[in-house]
């Protein structure tokens, strides 16, 4: 049974310290993937060579909001997902975080008074 797995990059801040320093990518995955399935979704994306790829979830969690001087509470529940963290083979590289850098312009100097 081939099933196609629909990955969706987490775009963080310790996403993009661990793609720099240990070369490894995170993924929201959706529940019943196993990491086998998720290692061939990222090297058919992305054609590179994936060495080792690790499930973790992430529970829901409730949030509450107060109004009217903490008289009324509402309550929401955060939904639940899962994240695949994919570490790659050295020298492979996602486009993921690719930004196209401007080089720096030196400010103007006025004339010597």
């Known amino acids: 049974m081939n ?17 720099e320093e240990l ?12 990491s086998l399935s998720v290692a061939d979704a990222v090297a058919k994306q ?11 979830g992430a529970p829901a969690k409730t949030k509450r909001t107060y109004r009217r001087g903490g008289r009324v509470s ?22 993921i975080f690719a930004a196209v850098e401007e080089p720096e312009t030196k400010p103007e100097t006025k004339g010597k008074k």
Do not use: C, M, Q
Request: proline residues 5%.
């Open 3 to 19: 099933k196609s797995v629909v990955l969706k990059p987490r775009l963080s801040e310790k996403a993009y310290s661990l793609s």
């Open 23 to 34: 070369n490894t990518y995170l993924f929201e995955v959706p529940s019943g993937v196993n």
């Open 46 to 56: 992305y054609s590179v060579s994936v060495i080792k790829v690790r499930i973790t």
């Open 74 to 95: 509402h309550r929401a529940r955060r939904s639940d997902f899962r994240k695949a963290y994919v570490v790659l083979k050295e020298g492979d590289k996602l486009p």
